[in-house]
């Protein structure tokens, strides 16, 4: 599955632009949405190929953002691959549930723009 459009659901200024800034450049078509009510919305009315998510976000917070579109009574984003990236330090039990959830778990400090693009164009190649 190629990916080509993709929803980045950040709500710091700083990290948020550089992604988009960097996705833009490869040719990604990105939307990006700074609270996670928005992101939440977002990514129910328009079908993206990547959902780029943030764990701690004003209005809602990331895990509750994967809890209400993937969940196991159904998945509303069955074709959207996920890549949680956090500072947060999760306990094992919430960051497990959270690695079932999603294809990736992406410590933020440890990803530059570079690492960023080649994870998603391994994630295109994995189907």
């Known amino acids: 599955?190629?990916?080509?459009?993709?929803?980045?659901?950040?709500?710091?200024?700083?990290?948020?632009?550089?992604?988009?800034?960097s996705l833009k450049k490869k040719g990604y078509?990105?939307?990006?949405?700074?609270?996670?009510?928005?992101?939440?919305?977002?990514?129910?009315?328009?079908?993206?190929?990547?959902?780029?998510?943030?764990?701690?976000?004003?209005?809602?917070?990331?895990?509750?953002?994967i809890d209400a579109l993937r969940n196991e009574k159904h998945d509303l984003i069955p074709n959207t691959k996920v890549v949680i990236?956090?500072?947060?330090?999760?306990?094992?039990e919430s960051r497990m549930a959270m690695e079932h959830s999603a294809d990736a778990y992406l410590i933020k400090a440890e990803i530059t723009p570079r690492k960023l693009l080649a994870i998603i164009d391994h994630l295109s190649k994995t189907g």
């Open 1 to 21: 599955m190629a990916i080509k459009t993709i929803l980045v659901i950040e709500d710091d200024r700083f990290i948020g632009e550089m992604y988009v800034r």
């Open 29 to 65: 078509d990105v939307d990006w949405m700074v609270d996670g009510n928005d992101g939440l919305v977002a990514a129910r009315n328009k079908s993206y190929d990547l959902l780029l998510l943030d764990i701690m976000l004003p209005e809602k917070r990331g895990s509750e953002i």
């Open 85 to 92: 990236l956090t500072n947060f330090e999760q306990d094992d």
